[in-house]
């Protein structure tokens, strides 16, 4: 009995023993994962269930998994797929057909503060994933989106310049004051372009652009120009893994400006010969200008907690030689920490960026001076001094003005955290904090053995700009799925605090140049008003309900209602109310159309909404201020007069948009295609404009008043997909296009039964530093009735025997009269595109991957200042001419210059933007799991009727830009001398995942 007992027991262990030895056998397993259509899934997720050991698959679906136990489950996920769990049985081969989610338009949408899916949006929302961003030479979040979304316009600020910064629209101008740029979300913090800017492409994951006020309206005062969402790289559970991205590319000139070569110069009547032979644009360009763009991301994750850390480093040359250089370095990383069996999630990142780049101190007088600089005269100084024609003020000695110092450094760091605690399943509280420290410096010297320098004898300036921003809010949210009916309902505080402080200090009269503004006390002379400094601070507090509603997968409504309280308005408008309210109609999900083999997506949008604009009021504006407006004696010591310098408006508000938009959404052959349109309709009211004002009544001669109103309506379309899809070949092509019409429908109006009338036709950009034109320099205006940026210009007749100007006489008064108001202009055009659009193409044959995309703009023109200042022979002996110069006209060269509809031209173009061709490698080494090289070519063609450099000019934005001693100049639709020369750029790309 006792042995037979003692037998059992042994047979029990040993049997126990071996199962235990079983399961901790562990083996490596390999396999191909694959879709319906026998199409490898590239990046799917494989993870061992339970444990932090995961792997992805590569370019032809195959994973490789190692030290996995016999009874081991692993996981395979992929978005838009439903996950598979299969256990390995001590399988060491597992293939997988993976199939489409039936519910695959869940997918996780980021739809401002809330988070819903395409299945429940009924709002216009756009979203461009990390794999659909561009793939060519990028270096910045604004080159990766261009192109990429119907309405959306992305274009360069300063052309070629490293530094020039992009100008980005969406759905048009609708502001006169400021505030046309987009409110930027980056993982919930607020921002602008410049924190767009200061992210790595690399650590992007997707980019939510909302453009409808149904959905803007969840940012109430600070919706009106559309809102971007983006949504940061993070770790993932089950992988480890370290990921390079390296770029290498040098540029050459695109395009230039054909002027005259020092021999037929000399040869013109009138021309000067000082002895020398000059082709100045190569003795001050470079010829193969670098850029290089490297990013490394180190990314591990479990189920309890991920972690994700990246380093990069941009660098980029212009053309010019000096003041055209960018080096940008960024940093990130990011975690999350769930505890509590995952009731409670910690989400915590921080974000660095240091951008220090030398500028075009002018760019007018700069890119002026390179092309019509007098050819004859000698590169080098001359008894020190850099000379040139002093009859040519505004063309200097181009290798003079590069030798002055103009640097300027962005600084950009952020901390965030969000707590998150699940109360019951689908009810969440959640807490969000974070802090933002921007600041901007700039440095330049100007030497005293220059044109620019001789009047001050050398000058030096430093400003510095420091800013806090501090946000948080708290959040309570609620989902469920109950019967035919989802709900998804939020409601939250938020407070957000804007600190900013200014100081800046310069000096004049340097005996050297050697310290330059390294030390300033080398400055003998400090005037009145070298010295300055200002602090500011606004608040914003805010309220916000949002409700979304489901019924039988078919019908949809949401409704936000957010109200805004703001430091900076008048005491009798602090606050302001923006609701939205939009439906939507999945007809898909009709039993008509439930089992349509064509269509597998139909649905149809409509919705309203009201947002405010604040970023175009500053802090004070709604206050009455003074400031030292100079010196005087007084009791024999000298001491600071005071003087106000702006009225009191106590009812100044917000700028306020309320936008109709309707639309529809399509999907055909179980998603391979897709279509989208949209019709829009806004209305801004309350529009700011600073106008004149009788003193008195008024303290002070101007006023900011909320007068203006301005109409957009439009249409957007975007259609693609897979055109050819089999098995080693697929190609890709997707269109979009906007069409945009604009109105400024008032300006005048009352304030306080004082009338407040602005000119008829107000200046918003011209032609200036061209010699010889003084009077008429307007070319684009704002005109009541009309589009903003209207043409009103003189009306050009005929060339006389003599090569001058002859204008159409077009009031019949019997004189010519180019002044604004003197009844010889007439509306020519508008400068902002009518149409805009994009098409990007893509082609996949193995492992070769072929991208381009092709953008355009059409329906506006494009005023060729450049040429007109450049065409005229009367100033041949202070600039030079183009090449044509001498037969321009009537064949017998131009002689004048005046302002006319001749130099008016269409700025209709296509334009090749980028062509990437790839290589992703299959055979690899153990330790590596991914593997891609690429060549990528940019600014490979432009069709265009222009006969200017480039019509990739600014067309967008109606603040123009800024340049040192000439204070703002605007430059919507006008080619005027500034435009930085385009280069096209070959660059060598490798990413590589470990």
Same mark, same amino acid.
């Given at each position: 009995?006792?042995?037979?007992?003692?037998?059992?027991?042994?047979?029990?262990?040993?049997?126990?023993?071996?199962?235990?030895?079983?399961?901790?056998?562990?083996?490596?397993?390999?396999?191909?994962?694959?879709?319906?259509?026998?199409?490898?899934?590239?990046?799917?997720?494989?993870?061992?269930?339970?444990?932090?050991?995961?792997?992805?698959?590569?370019?032809?679906?195959?994973?490789?998994?190692?030290?996995?136990?016999?009874?081991?489950?692993?996981?395979?996920?992929?978005?838009?797929?439903?996950?598979?769990?299969?256990?390995?049985?001590?399988?060491?081969?597992?293939?997988?057909?993976?199939?489409?989610?039936?519910?695959?338009?869940?997918?996780?949408?980021?739809?401002?503060?809330?988070?819903?899916?395409?299945?429940?949006?009924?709002?216009?929302?756009?979203?461009?994933?990390?794999?659909?961003?561009?793939?060519?030479?990028?270096?910045?979040?604004?080159?990766?989106?261009?192109?990429?979304?119907?309405?959306?316009?992305?274009?360069?600020?300063?052309?070629?310049?490293?530094?020039?910064?992009?100008?980005?629209?969406?759905?048009?101008?609708?502001?006169?004051?400021?505030?046309?740029?987009?409110?930027?979300?980056?993982?919930?913090?607020?921002?602008?372009?410049?924190?767009?800017?200061?992210?790595?492409?690399?650590?992007?994951?997707?980019?939510?652009?909302?453009?409808?006020?149904?959905?803007?309206?969840?940012?109430?005062?600070?919706?009106?120009?559309?809102?971007?969402?983006?949504?940061?790289?993070?770790?993932?559970?089950?992988?480890?893994?370290?990921?390079?991205?390296?770029?290498?590319?040098?540029?050459?000139?695109?395009?230039?400006?054909?002027?005259?070569?020092?021999?037929?110069?000399?040869?013109?009547?009138?021309?000067?010969?000082?002895?020398?032979?000059?082709?100045?644009?190569?003795?001050?360009?470079?010829?193969?200008?670098?850029?290089?763009?490297?990013?490394?991301?180190?990314?591990?994750?479990?189920?309890?907690?991920?972690?994700?850390?990246?380093?990069?480093?941009?660098?980029?040359?212009?053309?010019?030689?000096?003041?055209?250089?960018?080096?940008?370095?960024?940093?990130?990383?990011?975690?999350?920490?769930?505890?509590?069996?995952?009731?409670?999630?910690?989400?915590?990142?921080?974000?660095?960026?240091?951008?220090?780049?030398?500028?075009?101190?002018?760019?007018?007088?700069?890119?002026?001076?390179?092309?019509?600089?007098?050819?004859?005269?000698?590169?080098?100084?001359?008894?020190?001094?850099?000379?040139?024609?002093?009859?040519?003020?505004?063309?200097?000695?181009?290798?003079?003005?590069?030798?002055?110092?103009?640097?300027?450094?962005?600084?950009?760091?952020?901390?965030?955290?969000?707590?998150?605690?699940?109360?019951?399943?689908?009810?969440?509280?959640?807490?969000?904090?974070?802090?933002?420290?921007?600041?901007?410096?700039?440095?330049?010297?100007?030497?005293?053995?220059?044109?620019?320098?001789?009047?001050?004898?050398?000058?030096?300036?430093?400003?510095?700009?420091?800013?806090?921003?501090?946000?948080?809010?708290?959040?309570?949210?609620?989902?469920?799925?109950?019967?035919?009916?989802?709900?998804?309902?939020?409601?939250?505080?938020?407070?957000?605090?804007?600190?900013?402080?200014?100081?800046?200090?310069?000096?004049?009269?340097?005996?050297?140049?050697?310290?330059?503004?390294?030390?300033?006390?080398?400055?003998?002379?400090?005037?009145?008003?070298?010295?300055?400094?200002?602090?500011?601070?606004?608040?914003?507090?805010?309220?916000?309900?949002?409700?979304?509603?489901?019924?039988?997968?078919?019908?949809?409504?949401?409704?936000?209602?957010?109200?805004?309280?703001?430091?900076?308005?008048?005491?009798?408008?602090?606050?302001?109310?923006?609701?939205?309210?939009?439906?939507?109609?999945?007809?898909?999900?009709?039993?008509?159309?439930?089992?349509?083999?064509?269509?597998?997506?139909?649905?149809?949008?409509?919705?309203?909404?009201?947002?405010?604009?604040?970023?175009?009021?500053?802090?004070?504006?709604?206050?009455?201020?003074?400031?030292?407006?100079?010196?005087?004696?007084?009791?024999?010591?000298?001491?600071?007069?005071?003087?106000?310098?702006?009225?009191?408006?106590?009812?100044?508000?917000?700028?306020?948009?309320?936008?109709?938009?309707?639309?529809?959404?399509?999907?055909?052959?179980?998603?391979?295609?897709?279509?989208?349109?949209?019709?829009?309709?806004?209305?801004?009211?309350?529009?700011?404009?600073?106008?004149?004002?009788?003193?008195?009544?008024?303290?002070?001669?101007?006023?900011?008043?909320?007068?203006?109103?301005?109409?957009?309506?439009?249409?957007?379309?975007?259609?693609?997909?897979?055109?050819?899809?089999?098995?080693?070949?697929?190609?890709?092509?997707?269109?979009?296009?906007?069409?945009?019409?604009?109105? #400024?429908?008032? /300006?005048? @109006?009352?304030? =306080?039964?004082?009338?407040? *009338?602005?000119?008829?036709?107000?200046? $918003? +950009? &011209?032609?200036?530093?061209?010699?010889?034109?003084?009077?008429?320099?307007?070319?684009?205006?704002?005109?009541?009735?009309?589009?903003?940026?209207?043409?009103?210009?003189?009306?050009?007749?005929?060339?006389?025997?003599?090569?001058?100007?002859? #204008?159409?006489? /077009?009031? @019949?008064?019997? =004189?010519?009269?180019?002044? *604004?108001?003197?009844?010889?202009?007439? $509306? +020519? &055009?508008?400068?902002?595109?009518?149409?805009?659009?994009?098409?990007?193409?893509?082609?996949?044959?193995?492992?070769?991957?072929?991208?381009?995309?092709?953008?355009?703009?059409?329906?506006?023109?494009?005023?060729?200042?450049?040429?007109?200042?450049?065409?005229?022979?009367?100033?041949?002996?202070?600039?030079?001419?183009?090449?044509?110069?001498?037969?321009?006209?009537?064949?017998?060269?131009?002689?004048?210059?005046?302002?006319?509809?001749?130099?008016?031209?269409?700025?209709?173009?296509?334009?090749?933007?980028?062509?990437?061709?790839?290589?992703?490698?299959?055979?690899?080494?153990?330790?590596?799991?991914?593997?891609?090289?690429?060549?990528?070519?940019?600014?490979?063609?432009?069709?265009?009727?222009?006969?200017?450099?480039?019509?990739?000019?600014?067309?967008?934005?109606?603040?123009?830009?800024?340049?040192?001693?000439?204070?703002?100049?605007?430059?919507?639709?006008?080619?005027?001398?500034?435009?930085?020369?385009?280069?096209?750029?070959?660059?060598?790309?490798?990413?590589?995942?470990?």
């Amino acid at each position: 009995m006792t042995k037979n007992l003692l037998g059992k027991r042994l047979v029990s262990v040993l049997a126990t023993f071996l199962i235990a030895v079983t399961a901790m056998a562990q083996v490596t397993v390999k396999g191909v994962v694959k879709d319906e259509t026998g199409e490898p899934i590239i990046g799917a997720n494989v993870l061992v269930k339970g444990t932090t050991n995961g792997t992805i698959t590569d370019i032809d679906g195959n994973y490789t998994i190692q030290n996995v136990a016999n009874n081991a489950t692993l996981v395979f996920s992929y978005v838009g797929f439903n996950n598979i769990e299969i256990p390995v049985n001590g399988k060491t081969q597992i293939n997988v057909t993976m199939k489409e989610d039936s519910q695959a338009l869940d997918e996780v949408l980021v739809v401002g503060y809330a988070t819903g899916s395409k299945r429940t949006v009924s709002g216009v929302v756009e979203r461009v994933k990390k794999e659909d961003m561009n793939k060519g030479i990028v270096t910045d979040p604004t080159e990766a989106l261009k192109g990429k979304v119907a309405g959306v316009s992305i274009t360069s600020a300063g052309g070629g310049d490293p530094m020039g910064g992009t100008n980005i629209a969406i759905r048009g101008v609708s502001s006169l004051s400021g505030g046309n740029d987009p409110l930027v979300i980056v993982d919930g913090v607020f921002g602008d372009k410049r924190m767009m800017e200061a992210l790595s492409p690399n650590d992007i994951e997707t980019i939510t652009i909302l453009k409808d006020a149904s959905e803007t309206a969840q940012y109430g005062s600070r919706g009106a120009a559309g809102v971007i969402v983006i949504t940061t790289t993070k770790g993932k559970a089950g992988v480890a893994r370290i990921d390079y991205s390296g770029q290498f590319g040098v540029g050459t000139t695109y395009k230039k400006i054909d002027m005259l070569s020092p021999e037929d110069y000399i040869a013109q009547p009138g021309a000067i010969d000082a002895g020398f032979k000059n082709n100045w644009y190569d003795l001050v360009t470079r010829s193969n200008p670098i850029t290089q763009n490297h990013n490394v991301a180190f990314t591990t994750g479990s189920e309890n907690g991920n972690m994700r850390a990246s380093l990069g480093v941009v660098q980029r040359q212009g053309l010019l030689k000096r003041n055209s250089d960018m080096i940008h370095y960024t940093a990130k990383m990011d975690a999350t920490q769930f505890a509590f069996n995952k009731k409670l999630k910690f989400e915590m990142g921080l974000m660095g960026s240091e951008l220090d780049g030398s500028m075009v101190y002018n760019p007018t007088r700069t890119w002026n001076s390179v092309f019509a600089c007098i050819p004859t005269y000698s590169a080098e100084p001359v008894n020190g001094i850099y000379v040139q024609n002093d009859a040519g003020v505004n063309a200097y000695n181009p290798v003079g003005i590069l030798q002055i110092d103009n640097k300027f450094d962005v600084t950009v760091l952020n901390a965030h955290a969000k707590l998150t605690w699940t109360i019951i399943e689908g009810l969440n509280l959640s807490a969000f904090g974070s802090y933002t420290s921007i600041n901007l410096a700039s440095k330049s010297f100007v030497p005293n053995n220059i044109y620019q320098g001789k009047g001050s004898n050398g000058y030096a300036q430093i400003n510095n700009t420091r800013r806090g921003d501090i946000m948080g809010n708290i959040q309570l949210s609620y989902t469920k799925d109950f019967g035919k009916h989802h709900i998804d309902a939020l409601g939250l505080v938020e407070a957000q605090s804007y600190d900013s402080f200014y100081n800046f200090s310069a000096a004049r009269n340097f005996e050297t140049n050697y310290f330059g503004y390294n030390n300033m006390k080398s400055g003998a002379t400090l005037n009145w008003g070298d010295v300055d400094s200002n602090n500011s601070n606004n608040k914003l507090m805010s309220y916000m309900g949002r409700l979304n509603y489901m019924f039988a997968d078919r019908y949809i409504a949401t409704v936000n209602v957010r109200t805004d309280g703001s430091s900076k308005l008048g005491k009798n408008h602090k606050w302001g109310l923006f609701p939205s309210a939009s439906v939507a109609w999945v007809l898909s999900n009709e039993s008509f159309l439930k089992n349509n083999h064509v269509i597998s997506n139909l649905k149809l949008r409509a919705g309203y909404g009201v947002t405010g604009n604040q970023d175009a009021i500053d802090a004070y504006n709604s206050l009455e201020l003074m400031k030292p407006s100079g010196t005087t004696v007084y009791n024999g010591s000298q001491t600071t007069t005071y003087a106000i310098y702006q009225n009191a408006n106590p009812d100044l508000q917000w700028e306020t948009k309320k936008t109709f938009d309707v639309g529809v959404d399509a999907g055909f052959l179980g998603g391979r295609f897709h279509a989208t349109f949209d019709y829009y309709r806004s209305t801004t009211s309350n529009m700011l404009y600073t106008y004149n004002v009788p003193v008195p009544p008024f303290t002070y001669g101007t006023l900011l008043a909320n007068i203006g109103e301005m109409q957009n309506n439009g249409i957007e379309f975007a259609i693609g997909g897979d055109i050819i899809k089999t098995k080693d070949f697929t190609f890709t092509a997707n269109l979009n296009a906007a069409y945009a019409k604009n109105k #400024l429908t008032k /300006l005048a @109006g009352t304030y =306080k039964g004082q009338d407040l *009338t602005p000119a008829a036709h107000i200046e $918003i +950009a &011209g032609v200036y530093g061209s010699s010889g034109l003084s009077d008429g320099r307007g070319t684009t205006y704002l005109i009541e009735g009309q589009p903003v940026g209207t043409f009103f210009i003189p009306k050009f007749k005929s060339f006389n025997e003599g090569g001058g100007y002859v #204008l159409e006489d /077009l009031n @019949g008064d019997g =004189k010519i009269d180019t002044s *604004t108001e003197g009844g010889d202009r007439y $509306i +020519a &055009g508008q400068a902002i595109p009518k149409w805009t659009g994009a098409l990007n193409l893509g082609f996949k044959y193995k492992n070769w991957d072929l991208t381009a995309q092709f953008n355009g703009a059409f329906g506006h023109k494009i005023y060729n200042g450049t040429y007109e200042t450049y065409m005229n022979m009367d100033m041949i002996n202070a600039y030079n001419v183009l090449a044509d110069a001498p037969t321009g006209g009537n064949g017998k060269g131009i002689h004048g210059i005046i302002n006319s509809d001749y130099w008016l031209e269409k700025g209709d173009y296509v334009h090749f933007d980028y062509l990437t061709l790839g290589y992703s490698f299959k055979t690899l080494p153990k330790f590596i799991q991914n593997l891609r090289l690429a060549l990528s070519c940019n600014n490979i063609a432009t069709i265009t009727g222009y006969s200017g450099m480039t019509p990739l000019i600014n067309s967008t934005s109606i603040t123009g830009m800024k340049s040192q001693n000439e204070g703002t100049v605007g430059n919507l639709g006008v080619d005027d001398k500034r435009v930085y020369p385009l280069q096209r750029t070959f660059s060598l790309q490798l990413n590589v995942t470990f």
